[in-house]
């Protein structure tokens, strides 16, 4: 269970799951990235080819890590290479920060990315590729869905809900039971009282603004 992984971009997002996957003694084969030729080295890793190696023969042997974020009007790319991922059926391992306090009483998917200084506590459930930013902080039982980003710093007090493909913006403060529903957006530095319909951004003293899909 210990393959060599390979990381999807070669952005800051990327950087950072580099740097959580060497802090975890993971050895790192590469990078699929279309910005750069195959061979170049790209912090220190080769870059081994595009998405294309995916569904090469050469896939296999190897676990794979989404080096892409997702922030409010990009949310869709990072999706999109999850969704990829699963109908090939690779290996996506959950990557832990050492230094994140992750509550043995809570469950973690494939493909969740806990980065460093993050706390989650007991009876939260981080579904599939959902990512917990620096020093994001998941209070007791909380449920966060499927690929949802939790920006950096972010609080989530308990029994939260946070749907699947949403966002919490850096530094926002998520009061008990709140729901954030599937697709919905929580601009930086809110406070957030009241639940935040499916598809819809909250930003404080503005109306709720419907979003388009994600792009
Ligand atoms: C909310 C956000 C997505 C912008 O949404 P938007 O609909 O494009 O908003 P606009 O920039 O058009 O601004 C609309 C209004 O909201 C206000 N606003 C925007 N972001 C705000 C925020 N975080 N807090 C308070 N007000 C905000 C603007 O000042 C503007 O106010 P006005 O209409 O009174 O002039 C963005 O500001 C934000 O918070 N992004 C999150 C960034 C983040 O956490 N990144 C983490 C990356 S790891």
């Known amino acids: ?11 800051g997002h990327a950087r950072v799951v580099l740097d959580v996957l060497q802090c975890m003694g993971r050895t790192v084969a590469g990078v699929l990235t279309p910005e750069q030729p195959v ?6 890793v080769p870059v081994l080819g595009d998405d294309a190696w995916l569904a090469s023969a050469q896939a296999a042997g ?7 974020g997702a922030v409010p ?9 999850c969704a990829r991922l699963r109908q090939l059926g690779l290996p996506v391992p959950a990557l832990v920060h050492p230094s994140a306090v992750v509550s043995r009483r809570a469950a973690v998917a494939d493909g969740v990315q806990v980065m ?17 930013n620096t020093g994001a902080r998941i209070d007791h039982d909380t449920v966060i869905g499927e690929g949802a980003h939790i920006a950096p710093s972010a609080v989530l007090c308990g029994d939260v809900r946070v749907g699947a493909g949403a966002f919490v913006g850096a530094g926002a403060v998520v009061l008990p039971r709140v729901v ?13 009282t009241c639940d935040v319909p ?18």
């Open 62 to 68: 190897y676990a794979y890590a989404v080096g892409i």
């Open 39 to 44: 061979g170049a080295e790209w912090d220190g």
């Open 198 to 215: 499916p598809r819809h951004r909250y930003i404080p003293g503005h109306p709720f603004k419907r979003l388009g899909d994600p792009t």
């Open 116 to 132: 460093a200084g993050a706390i989650v506590q007991p009876g939260v459930s981080l579904g599939m590729h959902a990512l917990i």
């Open 73 to 81: 009007g990009r949310m869709g790319l990072r999706q999109a290479m």
């Open 180 to 192: 954030i529903g599937d697709g919905a957006e929580v601009a930086a530095g809110a406070t957030v």
């Open 1 to 11: 269970m210990n393959e060599p992984v390979v990381i999807l971009g070669s952005g």
